[in-house]
């Protein structure tokens, strides 16, 4: 298993305008991906 970053576009839903960038560390074991509701609002 590894450990990299990557900057990912975010958004609330599909057809929203407003999106962030955002930057995720990702372990090569990981299932799931938590973005801060801050973020996204």
Excluded: C
């Amino acid at each position: 298993m590894g450990i990299t970053s990557k900057y990912i576009k975010v958004k609330k839903h599909r057809e929203a305008e407003q999106s962030a960038d955002v930057e995720f560390i990702i372990d090569t074991g990981t299932v799931y991906s938590l973005v801060p509701g801050k973020t996204i609002k």
